[in-house]
């Protein structure tokens, strides 16, 4: 425990030292296992394939950017921001699932989709008549986080340490991770945690022991949308540029295929597979191009194409050979092995 | 006001003819998500990318044939598009169900669903490998007369997109309800344990669905791409997710009701694009066009979850 407490602190110094960009890799890394978990939560736990979480994401980026940058010249801080962020992600949750959580999962997950799409485009488009959103242009010099009068977005010396900005967040994302965490597992095993695993295991079988379907599909829903919130806001502190071409249907897929390939259900397996999911295509960014030019004389195949194929592949793959995930649960693999019928 | 006069009529009209013209486009993809769905209860994800690929081969092979100047007359070269696109996105469509979707019969109903959103993400680059990421303008080689009806315009293209549309659609419907790999095909739709004992051979059947709904994707791809005048590796995704709207609309499952719910909805994006800067006072205007498909499908599924002609009960939890 000691050994990975050190580890972890001493992690972005080692990094910083091949390169500051591999920090904000991690970092990425880092709010891609936030959102992850936020997304297990609704198709891991509650077993609900929602294909436009990262609306949320989008959300959370966006309630920060217009509270804490020079759009409106709002700046609040964020220890207010961030919760709002939270909340206004969930109420949006709560907004799309009450109508449509009683449809059945396949259409669920087009409606999520569609409902992705929409907040999309509303947030590309609302730069008309009256200018929130700034449109495709997107919302630029955001208030990097402060904390009394340490700012995360500058660098600072202490006892010798250069603390470059990446450095800093990669210490507030590795506490909101501990938190979300914690949080996860305790709600896993909770009394909530095992009405979700109900649901998803058999719907009516749960409603007839008496849980509220409905209210614990609203809740799981409600809770994977603020941890997505919660997320947006961190990144968009972190970025101090965002735009609705951050938050299209590609990074929702993203999001879903950690997911799947680390196993729904399971909440290390899903951080894992996060982590492998973005680290992966950074390595093949740095390797994968320059073989091809000494190999070929020329890129053949684009780094960013590699990275999109092997998300793809991953999804098919692992429904193929190992539908319950890398590093299964063991309930979720008992349950996405039994062979039923179509009907 | 824009409502009143004879302006607005002709305005309503134009904006009618269009919205059949995007609506026939819609149906002919619709068909090919009902269909499958119909068959197997499964939303292929994927086939909004075989629309894609059709469209980009009927690019490349217009452009090969106009570069070669063969001096063939425009329809010719137009019709060898198709008939090269339909056998490519059949055969694609094949392989997707043979490779990826036989060997999850059986499974969760997610894991299909899952692995059908790998399979579009993976033939969209497969797309953009092969065609470049780049938008391909296709070359201009359908001289587009203009007919002018009750103050409206109508061009050969949107002609010709709805007689090829409804003859296709006709020849569809003969064939379900005529002959007997229909009756084979609704057989299984209805119960294929029942139809399996029957000595229908599934596995087959369904390899049939999904190449004739490639083969309708391809034909749509290609009225696209001379419609439009421009292909793009991603230009599947947000198609098929309409026209599987469109036929979730008509009601899943059902074949006319997809043809309906593609025109529906095809009339519904035009006149609401048209007409929202008006209703709203110019507070959203035409560029929230995309949303209508989706607003649509949130209330079919929230207040008629079986569609306009559905029978099936959608909602079976």
Redesign the interface.
């Known amino acids: 425990m000691a050994l990975i407490a050190v580890a972890l602190a001493v992690l972005p110094f080692a990094l910083a030292a091949v390169g500051t960009t591999w920090v904000r890799i991690t970092n990425l890394a880092i709010l891609f296992i936030l959102l992850s978990l936020g997304l297990n939560i609704v198709v891991g736990f509650a ?1 609900l ?1 929602d ?1 436009g979480y990262i609306a949320f994401y989008a959300v959370g980026a966006y309630v920060y950017a217009l509270l804490a940058s020079p759009q409106f010249d709002i700046h609040w801080p964020f220890w207010a921001v961030v919760p709002l962020g939270a909340l206004v992600a969930c109420i949006f949750g709560v907004l799309l699932g009450a ?2 959580l ?6 669920l ?3 999520t ?3 992705g ?2 907040v999309r ?2 947030l ?2 609302l730069s ?2 009256v200018n929130i959103t700034n449109g495709p242009q997107g919302i630029s010099r955001i208030d990097p986080i402060r904390i009394g009068n340490l700012s995360l977005g500058s660098t600072d010396t202490l006892a010798g340490l250069t603390f470059s900005g990446p450095i800093k967040y990669y210490y507030l994302l590795i506490v909101v991770l501990l938190l979300v965490l914690i949080v996860n597992v305790r709600l896993q095993h909770s009394r909530i945690g095992r009405a979700w695993e109900a649901i998803r295991e058999d ?2 079988a749960a409603r007839a022991m008496g849980i509220d379907t409905m209210r614990m599909k609203l809740l799981a829903f409600a809770m994977g949308a603020s941890f997505g919130g919660i997320a947006g806001s961190i990144f968009s502190a972190m970025q101090g540029f965002i735009s609705p071409e951050s938050f299209v ?2 990074e929702s ?1 993203m999001v ?2 950690m997911v ?1 390939l680390g196993g729904m259900g399971n909440i290390w397996g899903v951080a894992a597979g996060a982590l492998l999911l973005s680290f992966v295509p950074e390595l093949l960014r740095y390797t994968v191009g320059p073989m091809q030019q000494a190999l070929f004389g020329r890129s053949i ?1 684009e780094p960013e ?1 590699i990275r ?2 092997l ?6 793959v692992m ?2 050979y190992r ?1 319950a995930g890398l590093f299964p649960s063991a309930v979720r693999r008992r ?2 092995t ?6 | 006001m824009v409502f009143f006069g004879a302006a607005c009529v002709e305005t309503f009209i134009q904006q009618l003819i269009n919205g059949l013209t995007l609506g026939a486009v819609y149906a002919m993809v619709a068909l090919g998500y009902t269909m499958v769905y119909g068959i ?4 292929n994800f994927a086939h909004g990318e075989v629309v894609m690929i059709g469209a980009m081969v009927s690019f490349s092979v217009i452009g090969a044939l106009v570069a070669a100047h063969t001096g063939l007359p425009a329809w010719a070269i137009v019709f060898a598009a198709a008939a090269a696109a339909i056998p490519v996105c059949m055969a694609v469509s094949y392989l997707t169900e043979r490779i ?1 979707y036989r ?13 059908a ?6 033939l ?2 497969i797309g ?2 092969i065609w470049s990421r780049n938008p391909l303008a296709f070359p201009q080689i359908l001289d587009n007369r203009v007919f002018h009806v009750a103050g409206a315009t109508v061009t050969s293209v949107q002609l010709a997109i709805w007689i090829v549309s409804i003859l296709m659609m006709t020849g569809l419907a003969a064939m379900v309800y005529r002959t007997r790999l229909g009756i084979a095909m609704r057989a299984t739709s209805q ?3 029942v139809a399996g004992l029957m000595g229908i051979d599934i596995d087959r059947i369904i390899a049939a669905t999904f190449i004739i709904g490639a083969a309708l994707a391809a034909i749509a791809g290609v009225m696209v791409g001379t419609y439009y005048g421009i292909a793009h590796y991603t230009m599947g ?2 198609l098929g ?1 309409k026209a ?2 469109a036929a ?1 609309l008509g009601g899943i499952g059902n074949i006319p009701g997809a043809m309906l719910g593609g025109i529906v909805l095809g009339v519904v994006e035009a006149l609401g694009a048209g007409y929202i800067g008006d209703l709203t006072n ?4 035409s ?2 066009q ?2 209508f ?3 649509v ?2 209330l079919v ?2 207040f008629r ?1 079986s569609g306009l002609l559905g029978e099936r009960v ?4």
């Open positions: 077993g394939l294909l109508p449509t009683k449809l059945r999962g396949d259409y997950a087009i409606v989709l569609g409902f799409e929409i485009i509303f590309n488009n008309q008549p719907e009516t249907l590609v897929i879903l295929s799947v195949i194409v999109m194929l998300f793809g592949l991953a999804l098919v429904m193929m539908p349950e996405l039994r062979r039923t019928q179509a009907q | 197997i209860q499964l939303i990826a060997p999850l019969r059986g499974a969760p109903r997610l894991a299909p669903l899952i692995t959103i790998g399979i579009s993400i993976i969209q680059q953009l490998m119960n294929p344990q995704s947000l997710l599987f709207c979730v110019n507070w959203f205007g560029n929230y995309d949303v498909a989706f607003i499908l949130i599924l929230v979850p959608a909602d079976r939890v």
